[in-house]
């Protein structure tokens, strides 16, 4: 967990625990004062000049004074336990940190870390490895766990994030993608909605070495364009997924097929939705129908 990075800016466990005498009393003063209000600028580097400098117990005893704790300042006391070999009270500890406006991510982060420190590696990951897993993305939650696990099949870690998440298996699809799980991504971009521009970036990438999966991108793109999702849509971005549809079905000689499916799509129903993608594809339909009939 890193939580000492202050107190090793000291450079030796002599001068932390001189900067700790100096520190502790007005900590224990701050921590003690009926003034709720009360604050003191120098608590963690306080805590962290504890532990570098080895005075465990007396870390774990100053905490103990900090009531409501935070977990900004009960790491420490994790660090402390870990460093007396307490695992097991450690876990516990960091358990009893879960609360108001406390970050449980980040708990469960400390509890894994610990087992797997421990060489628990199944329950660490069973326990905390998918909850603990943050990212800014949903490829990027699965790229933390998959580094943090990676003796465990990444086909297995996508399917236990994705029944984390009941009712978004579509925002999965860029994942198995990424793992050319082609099938499943094909499966998960038609379960729940998917960004039709995503869908249509993938049938541009693979249009040369995977046309099936290509196709379904495509297909998948059109139709939740007809059912109205996508962010700042336009006409442009409906003609880019059915022109991406019509060159994986010319490489698959369905051509036919997949226009006859296009048609039944944009004319299953009058929404606005809809009428917005007909509209769109209409002088390119039209073409397509005319050329047939002159052939």
Not at 109 to 126: N, T
Not at 175 to 197: H, M, Q, S
Request: aromatic share 10%.
């Amino acid at each position: 967990m890193q939580a000492f990075v202050q107190g090793e800016i000291c450079g030796s466990a002599e001068v932390a625990g001189r900067w700790t005498d100096e520190l502790v009393p007005t900590v224990r003063s701050c921590w003690t004062d009926s003034n709720p209000g009360a604050y003191f600028h120098g608590i963690t580097a306080c805590l962290s000049c504890l532990l570098v400098a080895g005075r465990y117990q007396e870390l774990l005893e100053l905490l103990e004074l900090n009531r409501p704790s935070m977990w900004h300042y009960r790491r420490y006391g994790v660090e402390a336990l870990l460093a007396l070999g307490r695992k097991a009270e450690a876990v516990q500890y960091a358990e009893a940190s879960r609360g108001l406006n406390q970050p449980d991510s980040v708990v469960d982060q400390a509890r894994e870390e610990i087992l797997i420190a421990s060489g628990l590696h199944e329950e660490a990951y069973q326990r905390y490895g998918l909850s603990a897993a943050v990212g800014n993305s949903y490829i990027a939650r699965f790229r933390a766990v998959a580094k943090r696990y990676p003796e465990k099949d990444k086909s297995q870690i996508l399917a236990d994030l994705i029944a984390t998440t009941p009712g978004e298996e579509g925002k999965w699809f860029a994942t198995a993608k990424e793992i050319r799980l082609f099938d499943l991504a094909l499966e998960l971009a038609n379960c729940t909605p998917c960004d039709p521009k995503t869908l249509t970036r993938a049938a541009r990438d693979f249009l040369e070495s995977e046309p099936d999966f290509a196709l379904g991108c495509a297909m998948a793109a059109l139709r939740w364009l007809s059912e109205g999702w996508g962010y700042e849509v336009t006409s442009a971005d409906v003609v880019e997924a059915y022109g991406r549809a019509m060159a994986a079905a010319a490489r698959l000689n369905k051509v036919d097929d997949v226009t006859d499916k296009i048609r039944q799509l944009i004319e299953s129903n009058e929404s606005a939705s809809t009428l917005f993608v007909r509209q769109s594809l209409q002088r390119y339909m039209w073409a397509r129908h005319s050329s047939n009939e002159g052939v």
